[in-house]
């Protein structure tokens, strides 16, 4: 049974800077497709980014040059840097993982099989 766990989230200014983790249970995890949502009060869960397991990376135009995803197959671990966070940052972000998961489904969370508990971003003006 894979387990995603993620943790880094808290309080923050608008302007500052959070680094969420994912940390992965799984031995097979350089296969994985590791994807960012996030969900605010009353709205739809939203891609925020995705590392493929050869690298590559996808981003929502929303977030695109704020945050930064990154992945240490070593440690089974991913990481999301999140730079000059606005208000609109705010909300739970959760790390999913799937490993058949096709480039033209990579931001529909309903393609990833593996969830985190989630972590909750404040993002105060």
């Known amino acids: 049974q894979v387990q995603l766990v993620e943790s880094g989230g808290g309080l923050v200014q608008a302007g500052g800077s959070l680094r969420l983790s994912c940390a992965a249970s799984?031995?097979?995890?350089?296969?994985?497709?590791i994807a960012w949502f996030r969900q605010a009060p009353g709205s739809e869960r939203e891609f925020v980014s995705a590392?493929?397991?050869?690298?590559?990376?996808y981003y929502a135009d929303s977030v695109k040059g704020r945050f930064t995803i990154s992945r240490d197959n070593a440690k089974n671990m991913a990481y999301l840097q999140m730079n000059d966070l606005k208000p609109e940052d705010t909300g739970v972000y959760y790390c999913?993982?799937?490993?058949?998961?096709?480039?033209?489904?990579?931001?529909?969370?309903?393609?990833?099989?593996?969830w985190g508990q989630g972590t909750q971003v404040t993002v105060s003006s």
């Open positions: 590392i493929r397991y050869n690298g590559y990376t």
């Open positions: 799984v031995t097979t995890f350089r296969r994985y497709t």
């Open positions: 999913a993982g799937d490993t058949g998961v096709i480039l033209s489904s990579i931001r529909g969370h309903e393609h990833y099989d593996t």
